[in-house]
């Protein structure tokens, strides 16, 4: 198990790292205009401080305008992942970036059959909302559960970054 933080509070990350357990930073435009500064350069500042992968998100929505975000947000740093909607547009982009070797994250995930899809696209990580998909009624901790289990049983190279956790159980 990997512990990724959401956010792009500088400060709070850099605490969170001086702890010693953190793997990498989730984060998105919403977070970093929270903070008012600039999105490339928080993402910049963000993998400076941490050695590990660091989910920046693209804003728009059609395949065009995710392709060219994508590539500018990989050109920042290395460990970047970029953090993709899971819609059709969206699966297009990441099959295209993973065959420009470019990492990517599937996000607004909500059910083992949107994973595979993102996985069988060459998505790095997929992100199920475990929290949204309990608003719903649905167990969220069950389906990272079969998630887990179809990933590994289908030999997908796929890691899951649980998102949107309410709770441990």
């Known amino acids: 198990m990997r512990i990724f933080i959401d956010s792009a509070n500088i400060a709070e990350i850099r605490e ?66 970029v953090k993709i909607p899971l819609t059709e547009a969206g699966l297009r982009a990441i099959s295209s970036l993973n065959k420009e070797g470019i990492n990517t994250n599937a996000t607004l995930v909500f059910s083992c059959n949107q994973a595979i899809l993102a996985a069988r696209a060459g998505a790095s990580y997929v992100s199920p909302f475990i929290g949204r998909v309990d608003d719903i009624s649905y167990d969220g901790m069950a389906l990272l559960k079969d998630l887990i289990e179809i990933l590994d049983q289908y030999m997908l190279d796929t890691e899951v970054i649980a998102a949107s956790i309410r709770h441990p159980m």
Do not use: W
């Open 16 to 81: 969170i790292h001086s702890l010693g357990f953190l793997d990498g930073v989730t984060t998105n435009p919403t977070l970093v205009a929270k903070e008012g500064r600039d999105y490339h350069q928080v993402i910049s500042e963000i993998c400076n401080l941490v050695d590990g992968p660091i989910s920046a998100e693209v804003i728009a929505l059609d395949y065009p305008g995710m392709m060219q975000e994508a590539r500018q947000l990989a050109e920042i740093h290395p460990n970047v992942v």
